[in-house]
T-cell receptor, first 114, second 113 residues
Framework: AQSVTQLDSQVPVFEEAPVELRCNYS??????LFWYVQYPNQGLQLLLK??????LVKSINGFEAEFNKSQTSFHLRKPSVHISDTAEYFC????????????FGAGTRLFVKA | DTEVTQTPKHLVMGMTNKKSLKCEQH?????MYWYKQKAKKPPELMFV???????INESVPSRFSPECPNSSLLNLHLHALQPEDSALYLC????????????FGNGTRLTVT
């Protein structure tokens, strides 16, 4: 079985400041890792994914996440946030053994202040 | 713009009503999902269809009845719901299993009165 822990329920940050949203997971098998973002009144959108290969993955809008197998972490970072980054961010894992179940963390609310 | 389309966007229904939620995708994805999301919570898996066959039912009450008429369409039929069923219902699709990411629609906001 897998589980995901997002260590912060809310992260307030000023515009143009750096931010890190933390995610740790637990699994008895190897996993795929994802970050999804949910803006108000919308569904979830894929932000980043790690399936294999380079442990540092980047999105087109400046976010990046690094898979750390020894620490079982997949923290999300951005060096300079914008007001428009205000949203709910969900870390998720799924087993690489197949199937259809994705396990979501509880979510972190990123609130960017002017 | 989302590639998974859900209708209606909002739905208010009484506990004796029958209604349906609809979901459509044209990405050629073979897996389709229904999730339920309560406020300030992550999505909870309800059903998964793979190649138009029901693959997973997460012990969902029978007042929720899924249907997959073809590879592009997914319905969720609702009957005799309770107020605690009020939530955002999200449809998602994926190319295949867990090695491909989920593509979500914008959801149907359901209120049961």
């Amino acid at each position: 079985a897998q589980s995901v822990t997002q260590l912060d329920s809310q992260v307030p940050v000023f515009e143009e400041a750096p931010v890190e949203l933390r995610c740790n997971y637990s699994s008895s098998v190897s996993v795929y890792l994802f970050w999804y973002v949910q803006y108000p009144n919308q569904g979830l959108q894929l932000l980043l994914k790690y399936l294999s290969g380079s442990t540092l993955v980047k999105s087109i809008n400046g976010f990046e996440a690094e898979f750390n197998k020894s620490q079982t972490s997949f923290h999300l970072r951005k060096p300079s946030v914008h007001i428009s980054d205000t949203a709910e961010y969900f870390c998720a894992v799924s087993p690489n053994t197949g199937g259809f179940k994705t396990i979501f963390g509880a979510g972190t609310r990123l609130f960017v202040k002017a | 713009d989302t590639e998974v389309t859900q209708t209606p966007k909002h739905l208010v229904m009484g506990m004796t009503n029958k209604k349906s939620l609809k979901c459509e995708q044209h990405m050629g994805h073979r897996a389709m999902y229904w999730y339920k999301q309560k406020a300030k919570k992550p999505p909870e898996l309800m059903f998964v269809y793979s190649y138009e066959k029901l693959s997973i039912n997460e012990s969902v009450p029978s007042r929720f009845s899924p249907e997959c008429p073809n590879s592009s369409l997914l319905n969720l039929h609702l009957h005799a719901l309770q107020p605690e069923d009020s939530a955002l219902y999200l449809c998602a699709s994926s190319r295949d299993g867990t090695n491909s990411p989920l593509h979500f629609g914008n959801g149907t906001r359901l209120t049961v009165t």
